[in-house]
C-alpha cells in the first residue's frame, strides 16, 4: 500500500489480556517507531528500529510491553497482561534511513476494561 | 519534564485570516523540527520542517519560523482554510533519533 497501515484500528481487552498489535510500514522504509498517544497529549516515543534491529526501547513503560521486526518489515508490539492505564492509541511510523520526516500509519485505539 | 510546549490548547480563526501557531522547546540539543496535522481517528500527517540551520522555511500556505535564541517556533498559515480545522502538533528531534512532541493546539477556521 501507500501509507504505514496498522491493525487492528480498534481494540478493546480485558484487563489482564495480552493484546499483539499490527504495523506494515511504507515499503523500503528502514526505520520504524512505536509511540503512545493518551487522551488530550501528543505521540510519546516506545521504541525504534533499524531494519530488524531495536536500537532503542527507552522509551517501554515495562517489561510488560514487548516490540519486534523480525525480517525488516512488518512489525507487532505486544503488550503482556494489559492494565487500564495502557488505554491509549498506539501510533506507528516509518521513515527512509537518515531523514526526519515520519509517516504515520492510522492508530490502534486500545481500551483496556 | 515537557521539552516541547505548545501552550494554547486552542485556536479560533476566521476563514481567510492568519493562523499563527506556536510551540517552545527547553532542549537545545533538538536541530529539526517539525508540524503536523492531526485528524480524528487518523494519524498525524506530516506538515512542514526545518533545520536549525535556518530561520524560515515556506511551503505554499504554509511558513514555519525559527527563533533558536529564543527556543521557540511558530507556524502560520495564510490565508486560514476551513479544511485547516484540525489538531496541530509541534515536533522536535536530534538527528533522525525519534521525535518529541508538544501537546497540541487545536485549530478551528470558522467561515
Known amino acids: 500500500g501507500a501509507g504505514v497501515s496498522q491493525s487492528p484500528r480498534y481494540k478493546v481487552a480485558k484487563r489482564g489480556q495480552d493484546v499483539a498489535l499490527r504495523c506494515d510500514p511504507i515499503?523500503?522504509?528502514?526505520?520504524l517507531f512505536w509511540y503512545q498517544q493518551a487522551l488530550g497529549q501528543g505521540p510519546e516515543f516506545l521504541t525504534y528500529f533499524q531494519n530488524e534491529a531495536q536500537l532503542d526501547k527507552s522509551g517501554l513503560p515495562s517489561d510488560r510491553f514487548f516490540a519486534e521486526r523480525p525480517e525488516g518489515s512488518v512489525s507487532t508490539l505486544k503488550i503482556q497482561r494489559t492494565q487500564q492505564e495502557d488505554s491509549a492509541v498506539y501510533l506507528c511510523?516509518?521513515?527512509?534511513?537518515?531523514?526526519?520526516?515520519?509517516?504515520f500509519g492510522p492508530g490502534t485505539r486500545l481500551t483496556v476494561l | 519534564d515537557q521539552q516541547v510546549k505548545q501552550n494554547s490548547p486552542s485556536l479560533s480563526v476566521q476563514e481567510g485570516r492568519i493562523s499563527i501557531l506556536n510551540c517552545d522547546y527547553t532542549?537545545?540539543?533538538?536541530?529539526?523540527f517539525l508540524w503536523y496535522k492531526k485528524y480524528p481517528a487518523e494519524g498525524p500527517t506530516f506538515l512542514i520542517s526545518i533545520s536549525s540551520i535556518k530561520d524560515k522555511n515556506e511551503d505554499g500556505r504554509f511558513t514555519v519560523f525559527l527563533n533558536k535564541s529564543a527556543k521557540h517556533l511558530s507556524l502560520h498559515i495564510v490565508p486560514s482554510q476551513p479544511g485547516d480545522s484540525a489538531v496541530y502538533f509541534c515536533?522536535?528531534?536530534?538527528?533522525?533519533?525519534?521525535?518529541?512532541f508538544g501537546t497540541g493546539t487545536r485549530l478551528q477556521v470558522f467561515p
Open positions: 515499503s523500503g522504509h528502514v526505520s
Open positions: 515536533a522536535a528531534s536530534i538527528g533522525t533519533d525519534k521525535l518529541i
Open positions: 511510523a516509518s521513515s527512509l534511513v537518515m531523514v526526519n520526516e515520519q509517516f
Open positions: 532542549n537545545s540539543m533538538f536541530d529539526y
